[in-house]
């Protein structure tokens, strides 16, 4: 290294020796790097919306939510768009297709990829949405109370393991996937629950648009076309089909996900065929430098990229914006006697707060009973439980499908969105408290090996 080189690291404004570089951006960076800091964010925004919406500023809010977006070519219509139907017709559907990048990855190298070590924490996830929703049901046997059945099926990822992470390395690692790959699972459920139960009026000509469009794309990576802007203009189309279509938009950032490629396209780099022109700076020249990168990039895998490349900006830009557009709830003297009184409410709370702690326990208990599958290493039956009530955290997917359960019922809309705020309130301080508990340094571990000897 020549004398006036410097690191890579220090080439970055954010490496540099800059005040704000120092004050701001490394810390806020580090901040991101936290596993709980998405929740934090989220948390964060959604009482902000909450104090906004009980102020004097309540109503430049709802003016806000209600301008809308038109785009005419010519005297073609376009888009006609809210700013609240923008953030989550729009905006979620990127954080969708991060899910479905999420669950790509599973299926091909994570949890998911292994049928049995899958099992356990699929069969917990199926209770997770069976039981809640039977609850809901038994609840609310009218219409259209009766719609807001796939609310409490939903567990928030983002908050279930954020909350999860307060208590650090106390938690075993196998506690966290089973809850991450539960929760993976629980989101292809509300998916499916979306795209099949909440879809109305379909437009079967756009409907074959969007799946024409997106066998293209599977054909455009099957012929290793792989020049991201192609990708960008074609999802975008794909995104506009659907939500013509009359499928929820955010299927369309799913469908998209899930057909990234999950393994690289560069299988095996040698270091010679990376740095074997570059090392000498004498011959270093831009197709050297293009090819270099080429092979370094494309040792990882697209699903991977992406999934890295949005995961902050889904996290921390998207979950806020949509906590911002949703959370904001009047809470007056009459909207809460009326919330405490409502069917909706009940449901929602007794679902997200009981149904789920049931659901997953009990499923868990069975699949382990049955010698389907084991409880993981060092993960007791406290444990269990408390991952089933961190999971009647329901706030971000519950809150979507509150939108589309009651979209003409504010009413409803506003008592499902309480419980919804109270019952992962609830479920957060219940589930972290019984999980610390389970986690205490001097608390045994209770040891699955009785149940367990069932597959022996």
């Not at 049955?370 to 955290?393: C, E, F, K, N």
């Amino acid at each position: 290294m020549s004398g006036n080189s410097l690191p890579p690291s220090k080439l970055t404004w954010i490496g540099s020796d800059r005040r704000l570089a120092r004050r701001l951006g490394r810390p806020v960076l580090k901040f991101m790097e936290i596993e709980a800091a998405s929740g934090i964010v989220l948390v964060v925004a959604t009482v902000v919306a909450l104090i906004v919406a009980n102020s004097p500023l309540r109503d430049l809010y709802h003016e806000i939510l209600d301008l809308h977006l038109v785009i005419n070519f010519g005297d073609t219509h376009i888009l006609d768009e809210s700013v609240e139907h923008l953030v989550n017709d729009a905006l979620m559907a990127i954080f969708f297709f991060v899910v479905g990048l999420e669950i790509k990855r599973e299926l091909v190298a994570g949890e998911l990829r292994d049928p049995r070590a899958a099992a356990l924490p699929s069969i917990a996830a199926i209770g997770g949405m069976v039981v809640p929703a039977l609850f809901f049901f038994m609840l609310n046997t009218s219409s259209p109370e009766i719609d807001g059945w796939g609310i409490p099926m939903a567990t928030d990822i983002a908050f279930a393991l954020g909350v999860m992470s307060l208590l650090g390395p106390r938690v075993p690692v196998q506690l966290k996937l089973f809850l991450l790959t539960l929760a993976i699972v629980d989101d292809i459920g509300a998916i499916a629950v979306i795209a099949i139960f909440y879809t109305t009026g379909v437009s079967f000509v756009w409907l074959a648009i969007a799946i024409a469009l997106l066998a293209l794309v599977y054909g455009l990576q099957r012929a290793k076309v792989w020049y991201t802007p192609v990708y960008a203009f074609l999802g975008t189309i794909v995104w506009y089909a659907v939500l013509e279509s009359g499928v929820h938009a955010t299927i369309a950032g799913v469908a998209l996900g899930l057909l990234a490629p999950a393994t690289p396209l560069q299988k095996s780099v040698r270091p010679d065929e990376v740095v074997g022109t570059v090392v000498d700076p004498e011959d270093l020249d831009a197709a050297s430098a293009r090819r270099a990168n080429l092979y370094v990039r494309e040792s990882v895998s697209v699903c991977d990229r992406l999934e890295k490349l949005l995961h902050p900006f889904s996290s921390f830009v998207i979950l806020p914006i949509f906590a911002l557009a949703n959370a904001g709830i009047e809470l007056s003297g009459s909207a809460i006697s009326d919330a405490a009184s409502s069917s909706v409410t009940l449901g929602i709370v007794v679902g997200l707060l009981f149904g789920k702690t049931i659901g997953v326990s009990l499923f868990t208990w069975i699949a382990v009973r049955s010698g389907i599958s084991t409880l993981p290493r060092g993960v007791g039956w406290t444990h269990v439980v408390a991952v089933s009530i961190l999971a009647g955290i329901g706030f971000t997917v519950a809150l979507f499908i509150t939108g589309l359960a009651y979209a003409d019922q504010e009413i409803l809309d506003t008592q499902a969105r309480m419980g919804i705020l109270l019952a992962s309130l609830l479920a957060s301080i219940a589930g972290v408290t019984l999980l610390a508990r389970a986690s205490a340094p001097d608390t045994p571990t209770e040891s699955p090996a009785p149940l367990s000897k069932v597959n022996a």
